[in-house]
């Protein structure tokens, strides 16, 4: 009787597990259908922007626009880490956490560090300095969040104190599967910028244009990364929970297997123990 009820009571357990899995499956497939969604939108005007920028760059240069310009000297670099806001995705994120080990294993230059993402401050904050922590960018961003992210990159390119700044992020490929990459952010680069040569008007001028096209396509882009990465964190949490749910439902199949096998057992010993009190009463009486 003891064995059944802790078999129950692991079965109740292990169907709590099954409910909260499948729920988090779906809030992540809600969640991954809205980024989706924001990113179609987003999509059509941040090719539309660079598309413009090339354009009016073609044949003339950058027009002294310091973010267009690549400097002879990189000395500093500023890594973008995008990690999720939480786990239970996998290795979403402490993949990411690997690339980053190996890139500042190779790197020869100074290098800061800015996190986007609320997951893993005890890890990454632990071992090496975190310049800034954006730890409010929603599990579905918004243009606000990435303008902030934006803005406060561009000042520390600007400001001197990084000459580069890359992306660590995690590129989407299918539902099952993100791959660890690097995006040159700053200094925009170069072949997103050819076009054929054409004679424009510019009002006011050319360099007040060049300069709004260029932290347009930088905002943007900035913005598409971070739906990027929500993306993949979203999906690597559905096919987690996915995998959690089927391993729970396998589980609770054993479990009822092994109750229903207990169950057997104890009705076969209660029979024989009647049969054998009957078999004692009659042999008594003969």
């Known amino acids: 009787m003891a064995n059944t009820r802790a078999l129950k009571a ?13 729920s988090m499956k779906m809030v992540s497939a809600s969640k991954l259908r ?9 999509d059509p005007m941040a090719r539309e922007s660079r598309r413009l920028l ?20 990189k000395k500093k670099v500023c890594y973008v880490l995008l990690v999720g806001n939480r786990g239970l995705c996998g290795v979403y994120n402490t993949a990411l956490v690997k690339f980053l080990e190996e890139r500042l294993k190779q790197e020869q230059r100074a290098h800061s560090l800015v996190v986007c993402g609320s997951w893993g401050q005890d890890v ?27 803005a406060y990159l561009t000042q520390l390119y600007l400001s001197g104190e990084a000459d580069e700044i890359v992306f660590l992020y995690q590129r989407f490929d299918s539902f099952l599967k993100q791959t660890p990459c690097a995006f040159t952010l700053l200094p925009l680069q170069a072949e997103e910028c050819a076009g054929t040569r054409a ?32 993306n993949g964190e979203h999906a690597a ?16 199949a ?4 092994a109750l229903n096998h207990a169950r057997q057992a104890a009705i076969t010993t209660e029979i024989s123990e009647i049969a054998g009190g009957a078999e004692a009463l009659n042999g008594g009486r003969t």
């Open 199 to 230: 004679d424009y008007l510019f009002e006011p001028d050319r360099a007040s244009l060049v300069g709004a096209l260029a932290r347009l396509a930088l905002d943007s882009t900035v913005f598409s990364l971070l739906l990027e990465a929500r």
């Open 10 to 22: 692991r079965i109740a357990s292990a169907e709590g597990i099954r409910q909260i899995t499948k």
């Open 34 to 42: 809205r980024v989706q969604a924001a990113r179609e939108r987003l």
């Open 124 to 150: 990454l904050e632990g071992e090496r300095e975190v310049l800034r922590r954006f730890d409010r960018i929603g599990d579905v961003p918004e243009a606000g969040e990435a303008g902030e992210l934006s």
């Open 254 to 257: 054993k479990l009822t297997l």
């Open 54 to 73: 090339a354009k009016v760059l073609a044949g003339a240069g950058p027009a002294g626009e310091p973010l267009l310009e690549d400097r002879p000297e």
């Open 237 to 252: 949490r559905m096919a987690s929970m996915t995998s959690a749910a089927d391993n729970t439902e396998e589980l609770i």
